[in-house]
């Protein structure tokens, strides 16, 4: 049974910085993606940041990219994802998942990833 597990999240002001950590349990191998979505109340959920497993490339969303980065810990095998320069619209439960999916050119789409930790709050203030 593979185990999807978030920490970190909490409450910061506009303009700060938060860490997001995640530990996916089995076989790395099994996944070909690993990555962080979120969800804002009314909204649909949508892809932040994505890493495919085999090659380390990375893949962001348009209102994300320069102010978070996803990475992976190898020693740890801990997925990581910085956000920095955190506005109110970053507001969201953030998610972390895995996919069994081959190469695809929709990383950052939701449906196709298959185990998902239960997901850590960030509340950005103004």
């Known amino acids: 049974q593979v185990q999807v597990v978030e920490s970190g999240g909490g409450s910061v002001q506009a303009g700060g910085s938060l860490r997001l950590s995640c530990a996916i349990s089995g076989n790395r191998r099994d996944f070909y993606y690993m990555g962080w979505f979120r969800q804002a109340p009314g909204k649909e959920r949508e892809g932040v940041a994505t890493l495919y497993t085999r090659s380390g490339v990375t893949h962001y969303s348009d209102s994300v990219k320069g102010r978070f980065t996803i990475f992976e810990e190898y020693a740890t095998n801990i997925l990581w994802l910085h956000l920095n320069s955190l506005q109110p619209e970053d507001t969201a439960t953030y998610y972390c998942?895995?996919?069994?999916?081959?190469?695809?050119?929709?990383?950052?789409?939701?449906?196709?990833?298959?185990?998902w930790g239960q997901g850590t709050q960030v509340t950005v203030s103004s």
């Open positions: 998942a895995a996919s069994r999916t081959p190469l695809t050119g929709r990383p950052l789409y939701p449906a196709l990833y298959s185990n």
